[in-house]
């Protein structure tokens, strides 16, 4: 933590110092990032327990696992597709040289 000393002089009607006082203080600090940072903490844990609570994450898995099939469905017609075009043209090929 850092400190501030302050020192504070008094004078008389002449200029000449009469007393001399020093003030050190502590200065307090970090109150408004730890703040922000618990506010984002509890707003986030309420998003998670609310989507937790409305079967958000059920609902996104089973989405998922539909998604995956699509794909893997999709893929395994991709390459099946590829090798009959493969094939085709190796046909192809070999009828032109015969």
Avoid: P
């Amino acid at each position: 933590m850092a400190e501030i000393r302050e020192t504070h002089v008094e004078r008389d009607a002449n200029g000449n110092v009469i007393d001399t006082k020093v003030v050190e203080r502590r200065k307090g600090g970090g109150g408004f990032g730890w703040g922000m940072l618990f506010a984002v903490l509890v707003i986030a844990g309420g998003i998670i327990a609310f989507a937790y609570s409305q079967g958000s994450f059920q609902n996104a898995g089973a989405e998922a696992d539909r998604a995956a099939e699509q794909v893997e469905t999709q893929t395994d017609v991709a390459f099946e597709n590829a090798g009959d075009a493969i094939e085709n043209a190796g046909d192809q090929v070999e009828r032109a040289t015969d």
